[in-house]
């Protein structure tokens, strides 16, 4: 599993950081997912190893623009890349309206299938490798956070045990998973003796918006990577003016400590934080280690991390140069 940050910022660009975006892409396969698409997502991807045309859907976490005014010109720039895979956008009520007033507005056509669902709280949608689980947090308008639980990789063969015996892919394969005794050059075959060990699914938490980490409560348990804003240091929450509903650095240590997070990511940070100016990036990495003495990462802009086996590894793409157009 691969988590691509293609924009951390909260609220307005900066000169490092774009707006909130992740790509999720699943082990051997050929798709991937969008989570939030900030204004100038579409700039992002052409920076990444992400290709629109293989994008299969992107969930919203919340209709801040922040989080979601970039995708009328990825939606538009879909169809002017000859992308035209049908494509689906899971938001909250209201993104319907937006998406069909937007193209309605500059009578657009898009020329592929879109089809936008408005999830409810705790709604759970099935794909192919994983589900995803709607979990309603707390912040100033309704915002969600996605619990991404990869399904367990179980009743799978040993091929390379069977292809070492001389048992190539046949019907034989079938008979085995089910269970059934089968004779090959007259011995006779133990299903459970080549049958995989199970894998269990990677399980990750990508949070809009939330001022109350620990409302997340049993699902942070047992959880690869939780991956939660961390828009302000205590002291500079504290001291504004005007509260909005967000989660601090300390609030987030004290959270993912609670309930024993192992790797924790924290994006999603105000434009004050930056290395030239009187906060920095620093702060809140250090606020976080106060408390949380598990893996923690701030991210970046590009940075693209992967979960192996009990792993997270993590390499930032910042590319001198952009990488080579992908074929959509
Ligand atoms: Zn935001
Ligand atoms: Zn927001």
Request: proline residues 4%.
């Amino acid at each position: 599993m691969k988590l691509t940050f293609l924009g951390t910022s909260a609220g307005k660009p900066t000169r490092e950081r774009n707006l909130s975006a992740i790509g999720l892409e699943f082990d051997q396969d050929n798709k991937w997912y969008l989570f939030d698409c900030g204004e100038a997502t579409q700039f992002q991807l052409m920076k990444s190893k992400l290709s629109i045309g293989k994008l299969e859907s992107i969930f919203i976490t919340h209709l801040h623009g922040d989080h979601f005014y970039g995708l009328p010109g990825l939606l538009s720039s879909k169809k002017m890349d000859e992308a035209l895979k049908p494509l689906t956008i899971y938001g909250p009520k209201g993104i319907k309206k937006f998406i069909e007033c937007t193209f309605s507005v500059s009578e657009s056509k898009l020329g592929y299938e879109l089809t936008i669902i408005e999830y409810e709280d705790d709604q759970e949608f099935v794909f192919d490798k994983f589900t995803v689980k709607v979990l309603p947090v707390v912040h100033s308008i309704k915002s969600v956070a996605f619990y991404i639980k990869e399904h367990d990789t179980s009743n799978k063969l040993n091929e390379a045990k069977l292809r070492e015996i001389g048992l190539e892919p046949s019907p034989i394969y079938g008979e085995l998973k089910r269970g059934k005794t089968v004779i090959h050059k007259g011995k006779s075959l133990d299903p459970k003796e080549f049958m995989l060990e199970p894998i269990k699914g990677k399980r990750v938490i990508i949070s809009g918006d939330n001022a109350k980490p620990d409302i997340l409560g049993t699902y942070l348990k047992d959880l690869d990577v939780l991956v939660h804003e961390c828009t302000y240091t205590q002291a500079v929450y504290d001291n504004l003016k005007v509260k909005i509903l967000h989660t601090t650095s300390k609030d987030l240590g004290e959270a993912a400590t609670q309930f024993s997070v192992k790797n924790l990511i924290a994006t999603h940070i105000s434009p004050r934080y930056h290395k030239d100016g009187k906060f920095t990036v620093e702060m809140i990495e250090d606020e976080i280690k106060n408390t949380y003495k598990g893996t923690l990462f701030v991210a970046n802009d590009m940075d693209v991390f992967t979960l192996n086996a009990n792993k997270i590894s993590y390499f930032h793409t910042l590319p001198k140069t952009l990488p080579p157009r992908q074929k959509t």
